[in-house]
């Protein structure tokens, strides 16, 4: 998939943003294409995008399935979260250029596909097994490994492929280090509130965060063999990782931590924030985005009950 200028300019024309930030939205964009070349996503086929948020993801892989594929992209998540919100981006996207190669629907893998499997009205191709199903770093937004492995169990038989990308959740370079440390924080944060500490409403964000290792693992338990897989760098000028630093460190989130109490796992990650904050000065704010591990997974008809069942007992079931 090309990553030239030009379809980057082109990918960014349909993308609502502040065009003052079409440097750090150009190598989002980049990465996504790069995923989509990785996992050899082909011209004409049926892509499910699940999680897609506001469609950046869903947008990439519209321009790698071109003009005789579709995708249908997927969240359960606020419409109204995101500035813009989500909402606003998927309508700016349905009205570009690659806007009928594209649908949204708002629902969470297993709600959709039942939907599909129920519905009388369905039109054919929609009853057909899409070519591929992604998992576009959306999967550290989901609550739980129980969570994750309901969807793999969703696109069974719906899907013929799933495509999984998410952070490797390790420092390959001293720069990645901040952003490695930030994720920590965040899971640690989520579960504090999952526990009642603190007040107010669960914030949106990073939450179980499973390395691609245990995401596989999961996957293998609910009947998928991976097939490929790899890891790539990102582009250089992708911000996710200065956006997570800076997440963690500004001064509304550590108002909120505080707010916990100073004790157990919240003193931890006080400590950390602050640890954070000196990789950052040492490295003169120069912070990096880590690297990126991709997976083709296929359905493993010989995965046997025993192995099923390993997974169920880990998770108290």
């Known amino acids: 998939m090309s990553t030239s200028?030009?379809?980057?300019?082109?990918?960014?024309?349909?993308?609502?943003?502040?065009?003052?930030?079409?440097?750090?939205?150009?190598?989002?964009?980049?990465?996504r294409l790069?995923?989509?070349?990785?996992?050899?996503?082909?011209?004409g086929w049926t892509v499910l995008d699940v999680g897609c948020g506001g469609g950046d993801s869903t947008l990439a892989f519209a321009e790698a399935v071109g003009p005789d594929g579709h995708?249908?992209?997927?969240?359960?998540?606020?419409?109204?979260?995101?500035?813009?919100?989500?909402?606003?981006?998927?309508?700016?996207?349905?009205?570009?250029?690659?806007?009928p190669r594209i649908s949204f629907h708002h629902a969470d893998a297993p709600?959709?596909?039942?939907?599909?499997?129920?519905?009388?009205?369905?039109?054919?191709?929609?009853?057909?097994?899409?070519?591929?199903?992604?998992?576009?770093?959306?999967?550290?937004?989901f609550d739980s490994r129980t969570t994750v492995r309901r969807v793999f169990d969703a696109l069974s038989g719906r899907v013929r492929r799933v495509l999984l990308a998410e952070y490797t959740g390790e420092a390959r370079t001293p720069a990645q280090a901040p952003h490695a440390l930030a994720a920590q924080v965040q899971v640690q944060?989520?579960?504090?509130?999952?526990r009642g500490e603190g007040e107010g409403p669960i914030l949106p964000g990073v939450r179980e965060a499973l390395r691609p290792a245990e995401i596989v693992r999961v996957a293998r338990a609910a009947g998928w063999r991976v097939a490929r897989e790899g890891?790539?760098?990102?582009?250089?000028?992708m911000g996710e990782g200065r956006a997570a630093v800076a997440g963690v460190t500004d001064p509304g989130f550590m108002a909120r931590l505080m707010g916990f109490g100073v004790r157990g796992t919240t003193a931890e990650m006080l400590g950390m924030v602050q640890e954070i904050r000196g990789m950052k000065e040492a490295l003169g704010g120069d912070v990096a985005t880590m690297d990126v591990a991709w997976v083709v997974l296929e359905r493993d008809e010989g995965t046997g009950e025993e192995e099923r069942g390993e997974e169920c007992g880990e998770r108290g079931e």
Do not use: M
């Open 5 to 31: 200028p030009r379809a980057l300019d082109k990918l960014a024309s349909c993308y609502l943003h502040d065009p003052r930030l079409s440097a750090t939205v150009k190598p989002q964009l980049a990465h």
């Open 34 to 43: 790069n995923l989509a070349a990785a996992w050899g996503i082909e011209p």
């Open 71 to 99: 995708v249908t992209g997927i969240d359960p998540g606020s419409l109204d979260a995101g500035t813009p919100s989500v909402s606003a981006s998927q309508a700016y996207i349905l009205r570009s250029r690659l806007g």
């Open 111 to 141: 709600t959709f596909l039942a939907s599909l499997d129920s519905s009388s009205s369905a039109p054919s191709s929609s009853t057909r097994p899409f070519d591929a199903a992604t998992l576009c770093h959306s999967l550290w937004y």
């Open 189 to 194: 944060f989520y579960h504090a509130q999952a």
């Open 231 to 237: 890891t790539l760098a990102v582009p250089e000028g």
